[in-house]
């Protein structure tokens, strides 16, 4: 008998093995993502003038707006600069793993044998959500230790003004 209705997948669907490692559509997704990232920035760049296109000065005011923001809430432009292409490439990943899931072709890379599809974006994988949130956490673990040094960093969560603010701190 089969049941129709909302159908919920927690689980990627695998689609093949590839040298006894399981590939599942989320791990498709991901390099689909990547592969166009990667390629749309060699484009970008192979296509940069000196007197930019109107495309390639919507493109910089963008990028020069968030750094001028990241400057501004960080209060130290050396930083915000280091600190940059990692923040830009994970907004620029997300943002367009979440777009793929609109684009018509997108099913293709969900098929199941039973005729049903399931189309995942990469980021309704646990997985990529857990890889990307360890790789932000250590990010500014290893930054903040390196910018202030380790007594200093740690200061800024151990802090005895008031029981409060200390259990704060632990938090």
Request: aromatic residues 14%; proline residues 4%; charged residues 15%.
């Amino acid at each position: 008998m089969h049941e129709t209705g909302i159908h919920i997948s927690l689980g990627a669907q695998k689609l093949f093995d590839f040298l006894s490692i399981p590939i599942t559509n989320t791990i498709v997704s991901t390099a689909l993502v990547s592969s166009t990232l990667i390629i749309l920035a060699f484009v970008f760049k192979a296509r940069l003038k000196e007197v930019p296109s109107r495309l390639q000065a919507i493109i910089e005011a963008l990028f020069e707006y968030t750094l001028s923001y990241m400057e501004e809430v960080l209060e130290n432009k050396r930083l915000a600069r280091k600190l940059f292409p990692i923040i830009m490439t994970i907004f620029l990943f997300v943002l367009f793993a979440n777009w793929m899931g609109h684009l018509p072709f997108y099913e293709a890379i969900a098929y199941e044998p039973s005729g049903a599809h399931f189309p995942k974006s990469s980021n309704t994988d646990l997985n990529t959500t857990l890889a990307l949130a360890i790789i932000s956490f250590f990010t500014v673990e290893i930054i903040g230790v390196a910018s202030l040094g380790f007594f200093k960093y740690m200061g800024k969560f151990i802090n005895f003004s008031s029981p409060l603010d200390f259990i704060i701190g632990l938090i």
